[in-house]
């Protein structure tokens, strides 16, 4: 056994004494000795159920003959970090956790691993740490929320739902039958703060809203990141099947919690490791998934950034040619029209009923249940075939997914192409520069920004932010605002899986370093053409030399601290933001 380096021969004595010391029994010694990485903490709701969900790990782990051992890492909520400096630190606490859950293994020299996650940054820095240190491994991800409802003020909205719907804005009585966190509402910050300045809430209804939107623990209801890569981390094998979308209240992610600890110690029997897994097969299975569940356009970070942990590249086009022959098959909150929330996936057959229905194109791949994906995929059902459609009726004909190209992003941005109006599809606009998420955002609510116009925010990508922001503010308000169809938005900074409307993110190069949508200049055109992928800065070449001539690199915004050692180290978007690898510029 690997642990057997602390616990054998008459050399460990030290070790041995100070693992007694734990309250350890000698049987113990006998054993291996299962880690436990648990992202638990009592400020995410997708974190808070994790207590429970240890003791079922714990006890499977011992039903098979292990040893669990517990630690901790960090863990931040997007949704909590939104708004304000602490967005800063989101993209970045993915390495601090890929780090600690290295050191940890390795300084201990444990003999597998379970990774107990759920939430936005926390899932893609366990599977690198996985990949990374590369022994068996198994996760466990703890499960979507419960929708929202709120039927005891749907009846008092229907009036101003219908004048505020008449006004563009968007429609109250929705949001009041179905609610999901980061969709309908998201306290004064997002759509309320335009529905109550509107008149249409007044603050009572408001707090009802607050209270029904999140009604007990789990990651946030709908394709938000959190589920996404919960999804996906299903697709690419590293959880049982199931895991993906069972839900945080049910018996069922209990029961999962269990089967995981005790199948990591058949892991370590066969000394099956991740790299086995998450071959490129693997990657192009996972994407698949993705496109056809429209899912968050922050996988394009994360994918290739686990990929370059487990020495597979994956390169950013593979998301756009995928996308173009995988039909988007399921419309789950946060998309516009969307009627369907993590709870419909899971009782219409989740992650392995999507796979079924693509089955013709999934690649043959291992996975950590022992089961390869493809016998998985064909023994899988759907069982409703409107939240889960077939491939000749799906909601678009192509995946959620884009990968735009052009003198504005040589090296690639991204497009939830699902959430763009078609109207938006081509669009030609006026650029209004910000350099900084809050001054746009104050544009924005100021009505200062009009249709036609495209917004865009410079120097917020991973080096120029620092942290590669994520822009739910500015999107979130020029949806209340009535301009998603006649407003875009562009920047170096990244996207939530709410998004809405043409919203351009991850444009590589950066600004910062020296990308040329840092060269654009009030009053530029942009153009925008999400079916030809095609992005472009409409000035003349001369034009644009001269400018990239004058042009210097700005002082860092953060200059002590990990975000000035991130800032420093960290790579392009267009390879996924990791930091150990030439930095880009």
């Not at 970090?81 to 993209?91: E, T, W």
């Not at 925008?528 to 860092?556: F, M, N, S």
Request: charged share 20%; proline share 5%.
């Amino acid at each position: 056994m690997r642990s057997d380096i602390i616990k054998s021969g008459a050399e460990r004595a030290p070790h041995r004494a100070l693992l007694y010391g734990s309250g350890l029994d000698p049987s113990a010694m006998q054993r291996p000795f299962i880690a436990v990485a648990t992202g638990w903490n009592d400020i995410i709701p997708g974190h808070v159920g994790m207590r429970d969900l240890e003791r079922h790990i714990e006890r499977g782990i011992f039903a098979a003959g292990g040893v669990a051992f517990f630690f901790g890492i960090p863990g931040i909520c997007d949704g909590l970090a939104m708004g304000h400096r602490g967005m800063h630190y989101s993209l970045p606490s993915r390495e601090l956790i890929a780090d600690s859950v290295e050191s940890m293994i390795e300084a201990h020299q444990f003999d597998g691993i379970v990774l107990l996650t759920n939430c936005d940054k926390i899932t893609p820095g366990m599977l690198m740490a996985a990949a990374r240190v590369n022994i068996p491994s198994i996760v466990v991800t703890a499960g979507p929320m419960m929708a929202g409802e709120c039927a005891r003020i749907s009846e008092e909205l229907e009036a101003a739902a219908e004048k505020f719907s008449a006004a563009g804005k968007g429609d109250i009585a929705k949001a009041a039958r179905r609610l999901a966190s980061g969709h309908t509402i998201y306290g004064d910050g997002y759509y309320g703060a335009a529905w109550r300045k509107s008149g249409m809430l007044t603050a009572e209804q408001l707090e009802v809203l607050e209270m029904a939107a999140c009604p007990g623990m789990g990651s946030c209801q709908g394709l938000y990141t959190a589920n996404t890569m919960a999804c996906l981390t299903e697709a690419l094998g590293m959880s049982l099947p199931g895991s993906g979308a069972a839900l945080a209240v049910s018996a069922e992610k209990r029961r999962l919690a269990y089967r995981s600890g005790a199948r990591i110690l058949d892991l370590v029997a066969a000394d099956v490791r991740p790299r086995q897994i998450l071959t490129e097969a693997a990657f192009r299975n996972a994407i698949r998934v993705d496109n056809a569940l429209g899912g968050s356009s922050n996988t394009v970070l994360h994918l290739p950034a686990i990929a370059h942990e487990a020495g597979v590249d994956v390169p950013i086009e593979w998301f756009d040619e995928i996308a173009q022959v995988t039909p988007h098959i399921t419309d789950i909150l946060p998309g516009p029209t969307a009627k369907h929330a993590m709870e419909d996936l899971d009782r219409a057959g989740g992650v392995a009923a999507v796979l079924h229905v693509l089955r013709d194109s999934v690649e043959p791949a291992d996975t950590v249940s022992g089961l390869p994906i493809e016998e998985i995929a064909a023994a899988a059902r759907v069982y409703d075939s409107d939240v889960i459609r077939p491939l000749d009726r799906p909601y678009h004909k192509e995946g959620g997914m884009a990968i735009l190209k052009g003198n504005l992003a040589p090296d690639g941005a991204v497009v939830k192409a699902s959430a763009v109006p078609r109207s938006m599809r081509r669009f030609v606009g006026r650029a209004r520069v910000f350099t900084r998420e809050e001054d746009a955002t104050e544009a924005i609510l100021g009505e200062k920004i009009k249709p036609g116009d495209v917004v865009v925010i410079q120097y917020e990508g991973p080096r120029g932010g620092p942290g590669m922001r994520e822009m739910l503010y500015p999107t979130s308000q020029i949806y209340a605002a009535g301009l998603y169809e006649s407003v875009a938005l562009i920047t170096d900074g990244r996207f939530s899986g709410a998004t809405i409307g043409l919203s351009v993110g991850h444009i590589s190069p950066e600004a910062a370093s020296g990308g040329t949508i840092g060269l654009i200049e009030e009053g530029d055109e942009i153009s925008i053409d999400v079916g030809r992928r095609k992005i472009q800065l409409r000035v003349k070449a001369a034009e644009l030399r001269e400018r990239r001539r004058k042009w210097r690199p700005p002082a860092p915004k953060v200059t002590t601290g990990y975000l000035a050692r991130y800032a420093a180290q960290v790579s392009s978007a267009a390879t996924g933001a990791v930091m150990g690898v030439e930095a880009e510029g």
